[in-house]
């Protein structure tokens, strides 16, 4: 079935970039989206990119997009203390819901 | 500014106790989720809403019910409450249909504990 898998924790240096990476295993899926979690909160659409693009580009968010191998990473430019929170992985799919990954917890270094 | 709010930011309930969790979107959004949130489990799907008085099972329905009465308001219900429902539960809403890249947008989260 579906299914979405991204590392549970990653430890960046603030200013240096963070890459989050996910595998997603549903090729039909039409766009891929990044939540971010802060603490305390709901989710929040953090950027999506739909199926035939290869890279969306947003400030400080790059968005990969692999089809061949499933892949889809998050790099944040110059992380900041306020990058600290959960990320979220998701593919859109039937009947208008989407499968979440299990969440990658960003921890800023000083 | 679009709106999903949650009756409660935590409860605090007693094994065995009926438990109503409220969730209210004011973007007319037509589809309606209830998920709970475990470490290391990330969001599992419990019941999800099309349209009033539609609902479908998510992944993990057992042990909860729900209920949509009206379009802005979806509610999820256990009946008996048990420890292992000691969980973080998240609502969300969303447009119906593929027409556009299909956000969900998530209330603040309902902790809830069972004693």
């Known amino acids: 079935g579906e299914d979405v898998e991204q590392s549970l924790f990653l430890s960046v240096r603030e200013g240096d970039s963070s890459v989050i990476n996910c595998t997603y295993t549903d090729s039909s899926s039409t766009y891929l989206y990044w939540y971010k979690q802060e603490p305390g909160a709901g989710l929040q659409l953090l950027t999506y990119i739909f199926s035939n693009m290869d890279m969306k580009q947003d400030q400080r968010l790059t968005v990969l997009l692999n089809k061949k191998d499933k892949h889809l990473s998050l790099r944040i430019a110059d992380t900041q203390t306020g990058d600290s929170a959960i990320y979220f992985c998701a593919e859109a799919a039937r009947d208008d819901k989407i499968i979440f990954g299990k969440g990658t917890r960003l921890h800023i270094l000083p | 500014d679009v709106k999903v709010t949650q009756s409660s930011r935590y409860l605090v309930k007693r094994t065995g106790e009926k438990v109503f969790l409220e969730c209210v979107q004011d973007m007319d959004h037509e589809n309606m989720f209830w998920y709970r949130q475990d470490p290391g489990l990330g969001l599992r799907l419990i019941y999800f809403s099309y349209d009033v008085k539609m609902k479908e099972k998510g992944d993990i329905p057992e042990g909860y019910s729900v209920s949509r009465e009206k379009k802005e308001r979806f509610s999820l219900i256990l009946e008996s409450a048990s420890t292992n429902q000691t969980s973080m539960y998240l609502c969300?809403?969303?447009?119906?249909?593929?027409?556009?890249?299909?956000?969900?947008?998530f209330g603040p989260g309902t902790r809830l504990t069972v004693l």
């Open positions: 969300a809403s969303s447009l119906l249909g593929q027409s556009s890249y299909n956000e969900q947008f």
